[in-house]
């Protein structure tokens, strides 16, 4: 069964500096990896997604992500951090062997300080 | 466009009321799906259609049932609520169900039964 971690429950960072949020993976086959953003009292907001090509994948808002097989990893970056992008933060997969049922992790907590 | 909506936003039920929770989607989208969001778990699958007249359960559909007579709509019915639904819903649309689609999100509803 496919499966996703997220090993951090919040990420704390100085406004400015580079922002990193963790996520690995478990998938029987080709793995479809989508992040997405939740503001407070909000739906959840897609980010960006991994299908195939490029293992640097660019989405919205300056984010970006890059994909890692051999780690099974598909970590969220953002090189300089803003208040704003204070959020919950969701990594998701999706497999053809799963019924292309999109599997989320328990999130991450962003809180970027001024 | 709306986009993906949903009422009510917010709801209190006492333990066995039913209640229907609803939601909409202008974009012409084929799959459409229901979420719900508990604290640490992400979100997880109650039922999810793959378009009208085509439903099925996901990983938590005890107590829910859905429905889809037309594209837009797809209402969820709890049957007799129970203190364990207490959770926030998520209702979410998707092109289509191949793995390489995104799916956009209402902003819930925020249900408490007591």
């Known amino acids: 069964a496919q499966s996703v971690a997220q090993p951090e429950d919040q990420v704390n960072v100085a406004e400015g500096n580079p922002l990193t949020v963790k996520c690995t993976y478990s998938v029987s086959g080709n793995p479809y990896l989508f992040w997405y953003v939740q503001y407070p009292n909000r739906g959840l907001q897609f980010l960006l997604k991994y299908i195939t090509g490029d293992n640097l994948v660019k989405g919205s808002y300056g984010f970006e992500a890059e994909f890692n097989k051999s780690q099974t990893s598909f970590h969220l970056k953002k090189p300089s951090a803003l208040v704003s992008d204070s959020a919950l933060y969701f990594c998701?997969?999706?497999?053809?062997?799963?019924?292309?049922?999109?599997?989320f992790g328990g999130g991450t907590r962003v809180l970027v300080k001024p | 466009n709306a986009g993906v909506t949903q009422t009510p936003k917010f709801q209190v039920l006492k333990t066995g009321q039913s209640m229907t929770l609803q939601c909409a989607q202008d974009?012409?989208?084929?799959?459409m799906s229901w979420y719900r969001q508990d604290p640490g778990m992400g979100l997880r699958l109650i039922h999810y259609s793959v378009g009208a007249g085509i439903t099925d359960q996901g990983e938590v559909p005890n107590g829910y049932n859905v429905s889809r007579s037309t594209t837009e709509d797809f209402p969820l019915r709890l049957l007799s609520a129970a203190p364990s639904q207490t959770s926030v819903y998520f209702c979410?649309?998707?092109?289509?169900?191949?793995?390489?689609?995104?799916?956009?999100f209402g902003p819930g509803t925020r249900l408490t039964v007591t």
């Open positions: 979410a649309s998707s092109y289509s169900n191949r793995v390489g689609y995104e799916q956009y």
């Open positions: 998701a997969v999706r497999e053809q062997a799963a019924g292309n049922k999109l599997t």
């Open positions: 974009m012409n989208h084929e799959y």
